[in-house]
């Protein structure tokens, strides 16, 4: 079995975002990789989308920016403006083959399909493969998606529908979510904040089905693509070892009240790559602690109060909206969390603060 000097364990979005930053910065010129991923072949399977608040590399993967966006509570909608962080959402196929092309012009990169083709004793490893313990009252982000294209022009491309809080709740947190491609053409998906115990939540063709043709009034349209996920809202139980680095969502990149994770890995990666030289000593890199902590509150107030929550999330965009996006996208300072915070009903925070 052949030595290497860095092996990636999944080569997804976290994997695959890491080889290339190395290689794009020439950290592989004399340096070996192996990548371990068993999926036999590449296609498009998520749509990663954000705003972007900071530069990647992956500005030509980019399906569409929209600079508008909206959120609904019945009865109520509001617009607001992203210009200055203009929201953006990557074709992971797209990615894939990018990053992939890119890869394989360097012969110190080697692709295999099972860690055991490999040894491991004398490698650095990066790992993207989470540990999940499931447990019954764990939390999960989960969604399914339908790429539609209608007959007629229907959509407004020119802004997002973030989310569309006018639907059935369940004793849970639900929300409709659409990102509209072209005027004909929109991914729709039907997204939860709740355990995975009821499975009446999971009758997602159904959701999208009625939202299709009774919300959003289409009658005439073919399903061009599909995509479905669950995000654990909390954290994978790896942990990093002398020669071992988890990445990705099982190195805690997901932000827990929003699930948004690609820029997190894009800014892990970077992290990496500068230190790559002395990678057996630096300092754990994680989303800032302050974050951890809010988010930990706000999903408690979450499980305790699903009905308050999409006022809560209407209501924080009173806030000026670059302030919230920041705020979401972990960039934001004290004054701008601050006011945030200030927006949330302070009696049901104060006691999720105080596990009452
Ligand atoms: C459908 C979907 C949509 C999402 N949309 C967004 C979004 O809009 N914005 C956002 O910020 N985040 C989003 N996320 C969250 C997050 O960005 C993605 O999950 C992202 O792909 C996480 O990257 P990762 O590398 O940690 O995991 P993955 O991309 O899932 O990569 C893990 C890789 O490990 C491989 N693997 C599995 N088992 C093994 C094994 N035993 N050995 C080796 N390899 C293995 C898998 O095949 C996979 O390729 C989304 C998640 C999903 C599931």
Redesign the pocket.
Same mark, same amino acid.
């Given at each position: 079995m052949k030595d290497f000097d860095f092996i990636i /364990?999944?080569?997804?979005? $976290?994997?695959l975002s890491l080889a290339y930053e190395l290689e794009i910065h020439k950290k592989l010129e004399n340096k070996s990789l192996a990548i %371990?991923?068993?999926?036999l072949e590449y296609k498009k399977d998520?749509?990663? +989308? !954000?705003w972007r608040v900071e530069k990647h590399n992956f500005d030509d993967c980019v399906k569409k920016n929209w600079e508008d966006f909206s959120i609904n509570v019945p009865s109520k909608t509001k617009h607001l403006k992203c210009n200055n962080y203009p929201y953006q959402s990557i074709d992971s196929g797209l990615f894939y083959k990018k990053v992939i092309n890119k890869l394989k012009e360097n012969k110190n990169i080697s692709f295999f399909k099972n /860690?055991k083709e490999v040894n491991q004793d004398n490698s650095f490893i990066f790992n +993207?493969?989470p540990s999940i313990k499931t447990e019954k009252n764990s939390l999960w982000q989960h969604f399914y998606g339908v790429e539609i294209k209608t007959k007629e022009n229907i959509f407004d491309d020119g802004i997002i529908n973030l989310m569309d809080f006018d639907c059935e709740q369940k004793d849970s947190v639900h929300f409709f979510y659409t990102l509209p491609f072209q005027k004909n053409k929109a991914l729709i998906e039907t997204t939860w904040l709740s355990k995975m115990t009821d499975d009446s939540l999971k009758d997602y063709d159904n959701q999208i089905k009625k939202y299709i043709e009774q919300n959003l009034k289409i009658k005439n349209y073919e399903i061009v693509y599909k995509?479905?996920?669950a %995000?654990p809202l909390f954290y994978p139980s790896n942990t990093n070892e002398i020669n071992k680095i988890n990445i990705?969502? $099982?190195g805690g990149m997901?932000r827990l009240s929003t699930?948004?994770? !690609?820029?997190n %890995?894009q800014e892990h990666s970077k992290y990496i790559r500068m230190n790559i030289e002395n990678i057996k000593n630096i300092k754990h890199f994680q989303i800032k602690k302050k974050y951890q902590l809010l988010d930990k509150i706000f999903l408690k107030v979450l499980e305790k109060n699903p009905e308050k929550m999409p006022d809560i999330f209407f209501n924080m965009f009173n806030a000026s909206t670059n302030k919230v996006i920041k705020f979401l996208s972990n960039k934001s300072n004290f004054l701008e969390d601050f006011s945030i915070i200030l927006k949330m009903p302070k009696i049901i925070f104060i006691k999720a603060l105080f596990g009452k």
């Open positions: /364990i999944g080569g997804g979005c $976290a994997g %371990i991923e068993p999926r998520k749509t990663w +989308s !954000f /860690i +993207s493969v995509e479905q996920g %995000i990705g969502t $099982a997901t699930g948004y994770t !690609f820029l %890995i």
